[in-house]
Antibody
Framework: EVQLVQSGAEVKKPGESLKISCKGSGYSFTTYWIGWVRQMPGKGLEWMGIIYPGDSETRYSPSFQGQVTISADKSISTAYLQWNSLKASDTAMYYC???????????WGQGTMVTVSS | EIVLTQSPGTLPLSPGERVTLSCRAGQSVSSNYLAWYQQKPGQAPRLLIYGASNRATGIPDRFSGSGSGTDFTLTISRLEPEDFAVYYCQQYGSSPLTFGGGTKVEIK
């Protein structure tokens, strides 16, 4: 079964750093792009960026460029989303999703809820 | 950046009805790389349609997609109780990828 399993919910304070993970299984991890999508409470979906685990080529949405870092470790089939200094406005559900041969997202992780509060 | 506008924002309907959801792009979507997703409360989105008209694996044939260029449509031929959800379109023909604001299909 193809699946993406994300790390658990996080509660952080403003200014703290955070790295959340997304582990793929049941398919060739290095062959398909993995994207990250933000969903703020009660809001819609926002594309953050995407990485090709085979060579770590990464693209970012202009809205998130410089705000987060996307990386991957193909040896353990895991992609990451990282913040150096969290803000309250980063409070959201974050999903990773695997692409098909093009960039439609056919398999989604279960989501990681990040809460940033003092 | 390609802006996607979905209409209507909310659609009150009854089971058994036919549903037509609209997604309009601010500029032409390359190669008709337009996808539709369904999201239910507390769940991750699920891919329904890719390439404007191709059903994803396991998606019932009551779901169909059509359109090209800047105007796209998702049709549900006959609403089932499990179809009440929020539907998003997404273009993936050019970076940055973008999503529409969503249409909520709710029970009348």
């Amino acid at each position: 079964e193809v699946q993406l399993v994300q790390s658990g919910a996080e509660v952080k304070k403003p200014g703290e750093s955070l790295k959340i993970s997304c582990k793929g299984s049941g398919y060739s991890f290095t062959t398909y792009w993995i994207g990250w999508v933000r969903q703020m409470p009660g809001k819609g979906l926002e594309w953050m960026g995407i990485i090709y685990p085979g060579d770590s080529e990464t693209r970012y949405s202009p809205s998130f460029q410089g705000q987060v870092t996307i990386s991957a470790d193909k040896s353990i089939s895991t992609a990451y989303l990282q913040w150096n200094s969290l803000k309250a406005s980063d409070t959201a559900m974050y999903y990773c999703a695997k692409t098909r041969s093009s960039w439609a997202f056919d398999i989604w992780g279960q989501g990681t809820m990040v809460t940033v509060s003092s | 950046e390609i802006v996607l506008t979905q209409s209507p924002g909310t659609l009150p309907l009854s089971p058994g009805e036919r549903v037509t959801l609209s997604c309009r792009a601010g500029q032409s979507v390359s190669s008709n790389y337009l996808a539709w997703y369904q999201q239910k409360p507390g769940q991750a989105p699920r891919l329904l349609i890719y390439g404007a008209s191709n059903r994803a694996t396991g998606i019932p044939d009551r779901f169909s997609g059509s359109g090209s260029g800047t105007d796209f449509t998702l049709t549900i031929s006959r609403l089932e109780p499990e179809d009440f959800a929020v539907y998003y379109c997404q273009q993936y023909g050019s970076s940055p990828l973008t999503f529409g604001g969503g249409t909520k299909v709710e029970i009348k």
